[in-house]
């Protein structure tokens, strides 16, 4: 991956974020339309932001997102702007997750800037989440 530097009236920037969450209880909702429509969210509010998707893998129990993101933005209001959109959004379009939980997400998350040395190996982790030889048959 090549560094790509962002400039603003203050300075130059080049931040990258790792960033994972889980739903509440971190239950397995995340398949099929859902996980279709969450990955659809995702990007909607990065575009929104001006921020860039580097890899996004969402699994039934959790997701894993790197972004690199504006010079302005701490990872808790990256983390959040992505987890209070999708909740509210999800929520209302698939009613099964209001009955099922509480609250779609957990209050948690992880967060992990990421240097430009390390971000190839975080861009080829997440994409290779589902390939995971412990995830095949083990029903975990």
């Not at 889980?22 to 995702?42: S, T």
């Not at 999800?90 to 040395?117: C, D, I, N, Q």
């Amino acid at each position: 991956m090549t560094r790509k530097v962002r400039r603003f009236s203050g300075g130059v920037y080049d931040l990258g974020l790792h960033v994972v969450w889980c739903p509440k209880y971190r239950r397995p909702v995340l398949a099929g339309r859902v996980a279709e429509r969450l990955d659809e969210l995702i990007r909607q509010k990065a575009d929104e932001r001006g921020w860039e998707i580097i890899a996004l893998e969402v699994m039934p129990d959790h997701v894993h997102l790197f972004v690199k993101h504006d010079a302005k933005s701490s990872a808790s209001y990256v983390a959040n702007q992505f987890k209070g959109f999708t909740s509210r959004v999800l929520r209302e379009e698939f009613p099964h997750l209001k009955s099922r939980m509480p609250t779609l997400w957990s209050s948690s998350y992880f967060a992990a800037s990421v240097g430009a040395v390390s971000a190839a190996t975080v861009e080829k982790y997440l994409n290779t989440q589902g390939e995971r030889p412990w995830k095949k048959g083990d029903g975990s």
